[in-house]
């Protein structure tokens, strides 16, 4: 139904900076895309919010990260790309783009496959 493309993932040194990309391909055009968002998961923990945004809305930030990230979307796409600063070993984890989307007011979550964001001391 919809899929998310992600990049922008890779391996960065402590202070340095990182953008992530996600767009999302709808294949059913009916759906429509309401909130996008990044989450990260690391092994042993569970998949957690890093931040998001709804169309319309204030964006939210985990507050681990407040300050440091940004999320930002292009009105009428939907596409969302999260701007990591200040990036801390502690912010290593898988990153997923996540998109809540439907035909009506039930709506479902997709997901992406996940992009690697290593941060080295």
């Known amino acids: 139904q919809v899929q998310l493309v992600e990049s922008g993932g890779g391996l960065v040194q402590a202070g340095g900076s990182l953008r992530l990309s996600c767009i999302a391909v709808?294949?059913?055009?009916?759906?429509?895309?309401?909130?996008m968002g990044w989450y990260r998961q690391v092994p042993g923990q569970q998949r957690e919010l890093v931040a998001e945004v709804t169309r319309g809305g204030e964006p939210s930030y985990a507050d681990s990260v407040k300050g440091r990230f940004t999320i930002s979307s292009i009105s009428g796409r939907n596409s969302v790309s999260l701007e990591m600063n200040t990036l801390k070993p502690e912010d290593t984890a898988v990153y997923y783009c996540?998109?809540?989307?439907?035909?009506?007011?039930?709506?479902?979550?997709?997901w992406g496959q996940g992009t690697q964001v290593t941060v080295s001391s």
């Open positions: 996540n998109a809540k989307g439907g035909s009506g007011t039930a709506m479902t979550d997709y």
């Open positions: 709808r294949r059913i055009f009916s759906i429509n895309i309401n909130t």
